[in-house]
């Protein structure tokens, strides 16, 4: 049994209202499961239905226990924490997954932080839930019961890791808040700026991440990836850290990937205008071995 679930699938802030109800308001949150294992990537706002579930279907069986893996520290991955119902449970044990902070402060600081009296009624050191916390690196790690986790540090304002998850053989990869790699130097050749050896070594340094993307990605059987703009309004989005469709498409589409999620919605897409897309898209790469969909709330796939 190897499957993922999703909790939220929406980008920057919560999108409640009666223009999101079909693919859901709720910011990141992942479930997935991994025979009896219970990992959770992101802490967004849709972690608030998942504990609500967890406490009411599962906490009768046996406590609570998950590991929990963050990609970054962006207000809109982590906010959903302090509703977790099962912190509030004795007996739950949380191992919280996630990169180290560039300003030096600890895992445990930043999401601990929303747990001060300035934010919230309750501190970090009230909560009922034993809960560790684990720094990670780009690297491979062998997570036990023949899970395996590989990491990658993604193109994102704040360090930001993508996920590789594999168990008995099939593979669920998450790449959310990421935007491809492009030369950051001068290639007009008649600016006054303009340097060659400059330009031709960023151009080398972007086509080299792109290719490391592909590898990190290569034959996923699910692949969630940011898809928050189309192609056009890229554009106008560039350096802002998330992806277009056609992005995630054409790098499935090279990297032999089956099946990619469509994920973190912009904030202002309503179900209609995501029914739009969904269908544009699956019309337009038909013939290609690739299943497009759009992600939303409560949607279960296995690998």
């Not at 919560?14 to 709720?26: A, R």
């Not at 036990?144 to 168990?167: A, I, M, S, V, W």
């Not at 269908?279 to 709330?297: D, G, K, N, V």
Request: aromatic share 12%; net charge negative; charged share 25%.
């Amino acid at each position: 049994m190897f499957y993922t679930r999703f909790w939220g699938v929406r980008g920057s802030i919560p999108t409640p209202g009666p223009t999101t109800v079909l693919y859901g308001g709720n910011t990141a949150c992942l479930e997935i499961r991994a025979g009896e294992r219970l990992l959770i990537v992101d802490l967004g706002t849709g972690i608030k239905p998942l504990g609500d579930w967890l406490a009411a279907n599962e906490i009768k069986k046996h406590p609570i226990s998950a590991d929990i893996f963050v990609t970054h520290t962006h207000w809109d991955h982590i906010m959903g924490f302090p509703m977790f119902t099962p912190v509030f449970i004795p007996g739950t044990r949380l191992k919280i997954w996630g990169s180290i902070s560039y300003d030096g402060n600890t895992l445990e600081q930043v999401i601990g932080a929303q747990l001060s009296y300035r934010y919230w009624p309750i501190r970090l050191d009230e909560l009922s839930a034993h809960i560790e916390y684990e720094e990670l690196i780009q690297d491979s790690y062998d997570l036990g019961g023949g899970l395996h986790l590989t990491t990658k540090y993604l193109n994102h304002p704040n360090l930001c890791l993508g996920y590789r998850f594999e168990y008995e053989g099939k593979s669920i990869v998450t790449a959310f808040d990421t935007e491809p790699y492009y030369n950051l130097f001068i290639t007009d050749k008649n600016d006054p700026a303009y340097n060659e050896e400059a330009a031709r070594e960023g151009e080398q340094a972007a086509d080299t991440e792109n290719r490391l993307m592909q590898e990190f990605i290569k034959a996923a059987d699910i692949l969630v990836y940011d898809t928050s703009y189309t192609e056009k309004e890229y554009e106008s989005h560039k350096g802002w850290g998330h992806s277009s469709y056609e992005t995630a498409i054409n790098n499935s589409l090279k990297a032999g990937v089956k099946k990619l999620i469509c994920f973190h919605h912009e904030p202002r897409r309503s179900d209609h205008d995501l029914a739009v897309l969904e269908t544009e898209f699956r019309s337009r790469f038909a013939s290609e071995p690739l299943e497009i969909i759009m992600a939303r709330e409560g949607m279960t796939i296995e690998a």
